[in-house]
């Protein structure tokens, strides 16, 4: 049995690869595991996801391929199991344990129900119903408070549940945030990437912005500096982003700004805009209250045209940014 599952295994990875590669898949692991489900058709709703991303992207990005992964095969109980999973085992106990005390008063009062009617059928004089009806009466309201009681419990517990179902959306919305700038991160670009390219018309232009020299900057100053540099840079390309555009730190100090319904020329007039404003900033060393050296970016500007793909467009962007790098920084590239 064992080894009829390791040849079924090595015969479904040996059909995802090939695929995976005519498709331009990046074996990563989460790829990896997505086809490797996508050819065993054990999971229809997975394949539909594949299928539809594939149509709409020419390809699975990253981030779709990591949605699809966290909802078909990695399952949110067990993603969130660490961060939630005490709160609900207490929040089941505690259910559990009231519906057996409200399960055994009503068991009770049945019983009681059971011998009233018994007593009503043999009493033979007011006093006796009257005292019989007393006790029912006393029972009842017992009875209603432990259900009203356990009807409180029920909706705290809705709250509660609701509110974990909150931190889950959180959790998830975290995911595409950059910890340290509360910017986007590179997923949450491709994502806003994706979605925007089927819609442009040769006017989705995107900016790959990298501070110059700033190992440099870390080695001469410190650590704690450098990481300061980066949030003060993500606050001020806040505040000079048109609205409705995207802005994302990718890694070290490394930006990107996707601007929609954006011609390349204006987009680079933007980018000269920008890297005009860096370079006259004066950004002062809170600790030894110097001013640190002048402090400048490269930027590479690719606007998406034609059938271009969105990889192709990041791929230029990128490109564009070293060309700025090599040309001796503190440059706009938009052709090479």
Known sequence: MFQQD????????????????????????????????????RTPKLNASVDKALRKFGGLPAFVSQDIFNEFILTEDFQCAQSQGPTLKKLTHDLANETDQVNDELKNFKRTLSKATKAIN??????????????????????????????????????????????????????????????????????????????????????????????????????AICTSLIRYFAKLLSSHTPEGSHLARLNGGQFAILLSETELSLAS????????????QKIRNKNTKTILDSVTVSIGVATLF?????????????????????SGKNCVVHRK
Do not use: C
Request: aromatic share 8%; hydrophobic share 40%; glycine share 2%.
């Open 6 to 41: 390791v040849n079924q295994a090595n015969s479904l990875m040996k059909a995802a690869i090939p695929l995976m590669a005519k498709l331009d898949i990046p074996p990563t692991p989460f790829n990896y595991g997505v086809w490797f489900e996508y050819v065993s058709n």
């Open 269 to 280: 007039q933007f980018a000269e805009n920008l890297r005009k404003k860096v370079s006259v």
């Open 122 to 223: 043999k009493a033979n004089d007011v006093a006796h119903i009257e005292k019989l009806t007393s006790l029912l009466e006393q029972r009842t309201f017992q009875v209603n408070q432990i259900v009203e009681q356990f009807s409180e419990t029920l909706i705290a517990a809705q709250e509660e549940i609701d509110l974990l179902k909150a931190e889950l959306s959180d959790a998830k919305l975290n995911t595409e945030l950059d910890q340290l700038t509360s910017l986007m991160n590179r997923k949450g670009l491709e994502r806003a990437l994706f979605s925007l390219a089927p819609y442009s018309e040769d006017d989705l232009s995107l900016l790959f912005v990298d501070i110059d020299n700033l190992k440099k900057i870390n080695e001469e100053n410190s650590k």
């Open 306 to 326: 034609g059938n271009e793909s969105p990889s192709d467009l990041i791929k230029r962007s990128e490109d564009f940014l070293v060309h700025a790098k090599k």
